[in-house]
């Protein structure tokens, strides 16, 4: 059976465990920690209107999406933090109904804009695209290494 339901504070720990699982693994190989990746995403939990839905197949988490809508001049925004689908079963269709859910939850609450940070260009980028996404033509990531100054 499988299933798109709202997160509830119950499900950190499993999410915590797919979030590892996927973000040190192609094509990101970071190195999240139990300990980082549980804090990162109960810092988004208690983020002032957060949002956050599960993807569940035969009672198990396999994707998640997290984040939290902010006012900005035209109205609010969401701002999407965390978004991955267990490594076994991407490009199965997941994602794309977990998308699809998420904007017909926004759209009901006056959301009209959805933003955030992924890897650009290859299969992560182009998913976004097959799915209605584009680049921000008037945005760019700024970035400095405090660690190397």
Known sequence: METI????????????????????SEPWNEKWSFETARKRLEETCKSP?????????????????????????????Y??????????????G???KMLKYLEEELKAVD???IHFWT??????????????YKLSSTMTLMMKDLDNI
């Not at 339901?5 to 040190?24: A, K, P, R």
């Not at 209107?49 to 569940?56: E, L, S, T």
């Open 5 to 24: 339901e709202i997160f509830q504070n119950d499900y950190l720990d499993e999410c915590t465990n797919l979030l590892v699982s996927v973000f040190n």
């Open 111 to 113: 959301v009209n804009f």
């Open 79 to 92: 701002y999407m933090k965390d978004f991955f689908v267990d490594s076994a079963i991407q490009k199965k």
């Open 49 to 77: 209107n957060f949002k956050g839905i599960v993807y569940k197949k035969d009672d198990k988490i396999v994707s998640v999406i997290m984040g939290n809508c902010e006012q900005w001049y035209e109205g609010f925004h």
């Open 119 to 132: 890897l650009k260009g290859g299969r992560i980028e182009n998913f976004y695209k097959n799915n209605g």
């Open 94 to 96: 997941i994602g794309s």
